[in-house]
Every structure is written in C-alpha cells, then in structure tokens.
C-alpha cells in the first residue's frame, strides 16, 4: 500500500521534524500519513511520525486525540484507513498483529487469572512451544527484572495494582518482542505507585534499550519519562520534540499549554515560574534574562505553599486580570506576602529561550 492519503489537512506542524529534532536517528517505526476514520469522525488526521531504535517516546494528548488509535494501529489492532506504518523498513500495514513482533500493555490488564504469575508470564512462550527449561529461566529472569521476584506462584488476585501491571510488562517483555508499546499502562493506580513505577519504567527501558511508545494523557508522566514526545490533539500533530523543546519552546498556544501552567501577565502569556515578584518597583533582570513585561502593580489574593514550590495567586491592580506566579519558598518567606496587599510583578525570560518568544508567537 502507498502512502496515499485523502487528508486535506493544513496542519503545518504535524510532519516529521517539525521540531528539527524527528528525522535524525534510525527509524524503527515510521508512520506515513495515517488517516483514520470513526463514521464521520476523524480520529487520525494524516500523521506522520517516525520513532527512533531504542527510544521511549511518549504520544500525549488530552483524552479523545487519537492517542490509542495511533498506538492501537502500529500493533494491527485498529486498521487505519489510508497511510502506511513502517517497522524496520517492512512494510506492516496489512500483517497480522501476531505477525509484528509486538509487546502490548493496556491500561487494565487482563491477566488470566486461573493461572500464577510464573504461568501467566510464560504463557506467550508455552504457545510458541519453547522448552520448559528455557521458559523457566526466562520467566525468573523477568520476574527479578520487574522486581515480582518471589511472587512467582501467586494469582493475579493475590497482586497489588501496580504488580498487575508489572506482570503486565514482564508478559509483553517474556518472547522478546521488537517494540513495546503501552497504553496509558499506570492509568488506573494511584499518584505515588505512578510515580514508582514511572522512574522503573525508566530504568527498565535504559536496561533492555527496547523501541517503547507510551500513551499517556499526563504531562508530568511524558516529561518524566519520555526522550521523545509527540502532542497530539483532535487527531493530528501538533509537535514533535525532546521534553525540553516542548516546554521550552513550544510550537503554538496549545502545547504551551498543555505541556504546563500558562499565566498571562500584561497581555502576555507566560510560565507561572517566569514571573518575578518584590516589594520595590526595581525587580531585577539578571544578566541571563530578559523582561517580557514592563513591571506592574498586583494585588496578592492567595499564598499556597506546595513544599519547593510557592503559588502566589493575584490580580493586576490596574485591568483586574487573574495570574499566577511560582516562586520558591525561599523567595516566598523573604517577601512575606499578605493577601490585600500591593507589590510589583514582572515577567522575564531566560535569554537562552528567547528564541522560543517568537515561535509562541506565531
Ligand atoms: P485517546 O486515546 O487519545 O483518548 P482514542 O484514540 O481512543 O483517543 O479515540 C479518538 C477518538 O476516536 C475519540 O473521540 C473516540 O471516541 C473515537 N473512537 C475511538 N475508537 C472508536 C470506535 N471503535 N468507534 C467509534 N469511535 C471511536
Ligand atoms: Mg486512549
């Protein structure tokens, strides 16, 4: 199949490199003009994306932006509509999901639950008919690796959340396959077993250096993990790039957004971290940074301390206009800000990303 497409798409960012940082590096997984169709929705508007050899990239975007039905269709779960996927340089587009050589970890995994740990993990390699001795090694050898050492003849009931999910991954990782991919796989557990399992990912991926596509809706978890990251929103891209691209330099309004808190501050739109805040109209502008804004008058409204970090809500005395600066604790004592209060605010810009000022604000 061609990659012909019957997209009229004008979405400018939704190539490959759109951020200079995609076309370089063997592509293990290249997907050309994928286009999509739900009835008359459109859940996959022409993207084309290419994933690097041993790369964790992460496909983020809020709920509903075709993330699982981009992931969905590199493993042959979904068939796309038009377009072409690529995994090392065969054409894939019509094999078999069996046939790809896939690991898959969905949010919710559905673990046999008649069977133990060491059954269930060995399970793809007892089909494939490999050698009982062989299945055994393996399948220690993963369970140490996922750190379910132990727990080798429990039930799926028997486990935690965050081990189901582990499990999860020593199955799709038990017949070795080319390229991982999970969808939303710590979704369902809570803020600090997420985390855990967010930095075991990391080392696991950095151990077994295995191509892994992670879905996930979570802006922290992408930036956490991921070497590469691809927002998608209403089915197409909107910006491909390495974590700190994307904060940094951010190819439009939606992905400033969606890769952060935004204030605005003086018309302009600005990280909350951004915002230097003092007592005296003489607020300094280090030799490192640049002022985005001319220094105004606030009112504080609201001082929340969240341990570092310090939010400090107020108004633009002048307009009204809500914002939000963070500041560090140690600023935050300093200054002693009392709500009803009255001091100077400004936003400035580390010089070094003053290239991104401009792409903002295209
Ligand atoms: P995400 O994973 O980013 O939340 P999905 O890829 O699951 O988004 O879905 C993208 C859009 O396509 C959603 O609006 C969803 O309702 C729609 N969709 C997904 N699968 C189907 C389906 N089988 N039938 C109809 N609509 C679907
Ligand atoms: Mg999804």
């Known amino acids: 199949m061609t990659a012909a497409h019957t997209s009229t798409s004008s979405s400018t960012a939704g190539t490959p490199g759109a951020n200079g940082s995609a076309t370089t590096g063997t592509a293990k997984i290249s997907i050309k003009n994928i286009n999509k169709n739900y009835g008359d929705f459109q859940a996959l508007n022409n993207v084309s994306l290419d994933i690097h050899e041993g790369s964790l990239t992460a496909l983020l975007g809020p709920s509903g932006s075709g993330k699982s039905t981009l992931l969905r269709s590199i493993a042959g779960l979904d068939q796309p509509d038009s377009g072409t996927i690529i995994i090392d340089g065969e054409d894939i587009t019509r094999v078999s999901p069996q046939q790809r050589g896939i690991g898959f970890v969905f949010q919710h995994y559905a673990a046999f639950k008649h069977l133990t740990v060491r059954e269930n993990v060995g399970f793809g390699l007892k089909i494939r008919k490999r050698p009982a001795a062989e299945i055994r090694a393996r399948v220690d050898e993963l369970l140490e690796i996922v750190g379910l050492a132990g727990f080798h003849e429990r039930y799926p009931?028997?486990?935690?959340?965050?081990?189901?999910?582990?499990?999860?991954?020593?199955r799709a990782l038990a017949v070795s396959p080319k390229v991982l991919l999970?969808?939303?796989?710590?979704?369902?557990l809570d803020?600090?077993?997420?985390?855990?399992?967010?930095?075991?990912?990391?080392?696991?991926?950095?151990?077994?250096?295995?191509t892994t596509v992670l879905v996930?809706?979570?802006?922290?978890?992408?930036?956490?993990?991921?070497?590469?990251?691809?927002v998608l929103?209403?089915?197409q891209i909107e910006q491909i790039g390495t974590?700190?691209?994307l904060y940094d330099q951010p190819a439009n309004d939606f992905v400033l957004g969606f890769?952060?808190?935004?204030?605005?501050?003086?018309?302009?739109?600005?990280?909350?971290?951004?915002?230097?805040?003092g007592r005296t109209p003489d607020l300094a502008v280090h030799n490192h940074e640049v002022a985005e804004t001319s220094v105004i008058n606030a009112t504080v409204e609201r001082v929340v301390f969240l341990g570092f970090e310090v939010r400090v809500e107020l108004r633009e005395t002048e307009s009204g206009n809500p914002f939000t600066a963070e500041i560090t604790r140690g600023d935050a004592l300093a200054l002693d800000l009392q709500p009803g209060e009255i001091i100077y605010a400004r936003a400035t810009r580390p010089a070094a990303l003053i290239q991104s000022t401009a792409s903002v604000n295209n």
Do not use: M, Y
């Not at 999970?182 to 369902?188: C, I, K, N, Q």
């Open 157 to 170: 009931s028997q486990l935690s959340g965050g081990q189901r999910q582990r499990l999860a991954l020593a």
């Open 182 to 188: 999970l969808d939303e796989p710590f979704g369902a």
């Open 191 to 210: 803020a600090k077993v997420r985390e855990d399992l967010r930095s075991w990912l990391r080392r696991l991926h950095k151990e077994f250096n295995i």
């Open 216 to 230: 996930t809706h979570d802006q922290q978890e992408a930036l956490d993990v991921a070497d590469q990251i691809v």
């Open 233 to 235: 929103n209403k089915g």
């Open 243 to 245: 974590p700190t691209e």
């Open 259 to 277: 890769l952060g808190q935004v204030s605005t501050l003086d018309g302009k739109v600005v990280r909350p971290h951004d915002i230097r805040l």
